[in-house]
């Protein structure tokens, strides 16, 4: 068992600097929104979701447990509605939640699915887990929130507000689509090899933990 956990901890080691600084919101960004138009608030969402590690590490969970190209859709159809609603929903009435306690509640999606993936359901609690496509929904409107707060972090003004605010939900589309094609292909030509089932359990395990190590270093910004 020691020896598996050894090359995960070193891709812990490495990757977790890049995650925990996901959703930075930088100068750079504001200066594309102020001197671009609606294109640069395509520009800056697909941006936001690339760098979004922790949306995409919880859909790569997502993907693991789910099988065949019609399945991945109506997730992805469905975590894609859930993260618009609060998104457009919440930027244009002006619902901004702190973004460290809306980041926590993310990571815990993300520790959840990995201990979902492994079973913890029935091997901690003997039961069947929720509704997976219930909760991607709802996590999908938590995720929304995260993005639609850091949308809010920017100075938007109050000309085109709304296609503003579509647009940047088009850039999130746009960005996880980029981002979700080789996930599914790389997980898609594992499932094929003997390999797998080690992958797959060194995968989970990493969510597990990323979304633990999220969900503290969050928390420690809130208090801090």
Aim: proline fraction near 3%.
């Amino acid at each position: 068992m020691k020896k598996p956990l050894k090359p995960l901890s070193f891709t812990c080691f490495i990757l977790l600097p890049s995650i925990l600084l996901a959703h930075d919101v930088s100068t750079g960004d504001q200066a594309i929104l102020d001197n671009g138009g609606l294109w640069s608030y395509i520009w800056v969402g697909a941006k936001h979701m690339l760098t979004g590690y922790d949306h995409l590490l919880f859909l790569a969970g997502v993907i693991f447990f789910i099988e065949g190209f019609k399945d991945i859709l109506k997730f992805i159809t469905v975590f894609t509605l859930g993260h618009s609603i609060t998104l457009i929903g919440g930027t244009y009435a002006g619902i901004n939640v702190n973004e460290y306690l809306i980041d926590a509640v993310i990571a815990l999606s993300v520790l959840y699915k990995g201990f979902e993936n492994l079973d913890g359901f029935q091997h901690l609690f003997k039961t069947k887990a929720p509704n997976l496509l219930v909760m991607v929904f709802g996590f999908g409107l938590i995720h929304g929130l995260g993005l639609s707060t850091r949308l809010q972090s920017f100075d938007m003004g109050q000309d085109q507000f709304l296609l503003k605010i579509i647009s940047f939900n088009v850039g999130v589309e746009l960005g996880q689509i980029a981002a979700l094609i080789p996930i599914i292909i790389i997980i898609s030509k594992w499932k094929e090899k003997p390999s797998y089932q080690a992958f797959y359990k060194a995968s989970n395990v990493y969510l597990i933990l990323a979304g633990m190590a999220l969900f503290c270093y969050q928390l420690y910004l809130y208090f801090k």
